[in-house]
């Protein structure tokens, strides 16, 4: 499966943005999805996921309450929609889908997207 993350930018502190991933390829419906990030001089984190079947989320603590990660299998596409933004989560974004229900570590991730980068302003 290909993936195309979308719609990072350079936003204040407090301020929202909405992250897409499209996929194409093998169909999309099979795969769980998850947002990882990172940060300059960091590793690679996890941020968010969302199951294949029922839907169900689960997210970092760093971004719960602020961040929601939603799908639709209709259009291929994964969405982040980041609430609240610090400049602390200023990173770049990977989009993720796996073949294992829970993903929530690199290791899990059969493929990635290219990233896109999102840069929060104090």
């Known amino acids: 499966v290909q993936l195309q993350a979308s719609g990072g930018g350079l936003v204040q502190a407090g301020d929202s943005l909405s992250l897409s991933c499209a996929a194409s390829?093998?169909?999309?419906?099979?795969?769980?999805m998850a947002w990882f990030r990172q940060a300059p001089g960091k590793g690679r984190e996890f941020v968010a996921q969302?199951?294949?079947?029922?839907?169900?989320?689960h997210y970092a603590d760093s971004v719960k309450g602020r961040f929601t990660i939603s799908r639709d299998n209709a259009k291929n596409t994964v969405y982040l929609q980041m609430d609240s933004l610090k400049p602390e989560d200023t990173a770049v974004y990977y989009c993720?889908?796996?073949?294992?229900?829970?993903?929530?570590?690199?290791?899990?991730?059969?493929?990635w997207g290219q990233g896109t980068l999102v840069t929060v302003s104090s």
């Open positions: 993720a889908a796996s073949t294992n229900e829970r993903v929530v570590h690199t290791s899990h991730v059969n493929y």
């Open positions: 390829g093998r169909t999309f419906s099979v795969y769980a």
């Open positions: 969302i199951t294949r079947y029922t839907g169900s989320t």
